[in-house]
């Protein structure tokens, strides 16, 4: 069964430094997704893509974040400069139209 | 009020109780409604859709009643494996954002 693969599972960073993290949608999926889970919280929108373009972002998504699809397979989401409250586990999900199927995430550490 | 609320949990039940979760959401035209359970630092699987008529799969059902923007996700005869937190969903419009609840743990007990 086709799934949503992130890479990779687990980053750690300083504060300040830039982190890209990377998914793999399912292949024949048309929208793709990005969340973050804050540990205790809930999980939390950031960012849908649509034929190659961003369809939607969240207040939480601003221009220190960025996404990518650099070929027909990948998608990236760019921290700039992270910061302590970036540390969370971020989850990539994809549908071919409705149900969305989630990645097993990336856990990020900022120090 | 919050987009999606659910009951606060943790339940706590014996192998083989029945278990129901309750679930609300605030805006009345959203479209598309779902059960995901999550595992401890996991990521959120899907259980079920959720539709007007109703449905179920095995051991679960769920409920959607729009008039009082109500979700409800039941299960029977509940195994040690059910041990998650379940999480109710909504989105606006297809290939939307999903807008999650807080999710209501669920320890079941031998």
């Known amino acids: 069964e086709p799934e949503v693969t992130q890479t990779p599972s687990h980053q750690v960073t300083q504060m300040g430094q830039e982190v890209i993290l990377r998914c793999v949608p399912i292949?024949?999926?048309?929208?793709f997704y990005w969340y973050r889970q804050i540990l205790g919280q809930k999980v939390e929108f950031l960012v849908s893509?649509?034929?190659?373009?961003?369809?939607?972002k969240s207040e939480i998504f601003d221009d220190q974040f960025s996404v990518e699809r650099p070929d027909g397979s990948n998608f990236t989401l760019k921290i700039r400069s992270t910061k302590l409250e970036d540390s969370a586990m971020y989850f990539c999900?994809?549908?071919?139209?409705?149900?969305?199927?989630f990645g097993p995430g990336t856990r990020l550490t900022v120090l | 009020r919050k987009e999606v609320e659910q009951d606060p949990g943790p339940f706590n039940v014996p192998e083989g109780a029945t278990v129901a979760f309750n679930c609300t959401y605030s805006?009345?035209?959203?479209?598309?409604f779902f059960w995901y359970r999550q595992d401890c630092r996991k990521e959120p699987k899907l259980l079920m859709s959720v539709y007007s008529s109703g449905n179920e799969d095995g051991r679960f059902t769920a409920q959607l009643n729009r008039a009082s923007q109500y979700i409800s996700l039941l299960i029977r005869d509940s195994k040690l494996s059910d041990s998650a937190t379940y999480l109710c969903?909504?989105?606006?419009?297809?290939?939307?954002?999903?807008?999650f609840g807080q999710g209501t743990e669920l320890s079941v007990k031998p």
């Open positions: 805006n009345s035209a959203s479209q598309s």
């Open positions: 292949s024949n999926h048309l929208y």
């Open positions: 893509f649509y034929n190659n373009e961003i369809s939607e």
């Open positions: 999900a994809s549908t071919p139209a409705d149900e969305q199927f």
């Open positions: 969903v909504v989105n606006m419009v297809q290939g939307g954002k999903l807008i």
